[in-house]
Nanobody, 120 residues
Framework: QVQLVESGGGLVQAGGSLRLSCTAS?????????????WGWYRQAPGKQRELVAA???????NYVDSVKGRFTISRDTPKKSVYLQMNSLKPEDTAVYYC?????????WGQGTQVTISS
């Protein structure tokens, strides 16, 4: 129904930038735009719970966890069926596996995750 594939992770030095991409596919998109769903980027660091980092609603409003406000930007490209997370001024504490998430018809969909590692 919905498949999500993340890309763009990697190893960068503190202060650097990365842009994560989440591309959606599946039969549902023959009928619906990605705009009918809320989207989120989550991250999970070793030994920690998964946390919501950024979200974009169907209406386009965005929300961020306090620790990334002013540094991360979530956006979407409807024709490309993609959601992005631009991450600037990266810090070692941003190191985690980042996951794309959406929900449709009461079902949660997750990507496989992409590793982001920030060296000090």
């Amino acid at each position: 129904q919905v498949q999500l594939v993340e890309s763009g992770g990697g190893l960068v030095q503190a202060g650097g930038s990365l842009r994560l991409s989440c591309t959606a596919s599946g039969s549902i998109f023959s009928f619906f735009s990605i705009n009918v769903m809320d989207w989120g980027w989550y991250r999970q660091a070793p030994g920690k719970q998964r946390e919501l980092v950024a979200a974009i609603s169907t209406g386009g409003s965005t929300n961020y966890v306090d620790s990334v406000k002013g540094r991360f930007t979530i956006s979407r490209d409807t024709p490309k069926k993609s959601v992005y997370l631009q991450m600037n001024s990266l810090k070692p504490e941003d190191t985690a596996v980042y996951y794309c998430h959406t929900r449709h018809s009461g079902r949660d969909y997750w990507g496989q995750g992409t590793q982001v590692t920030i060296s000090s």
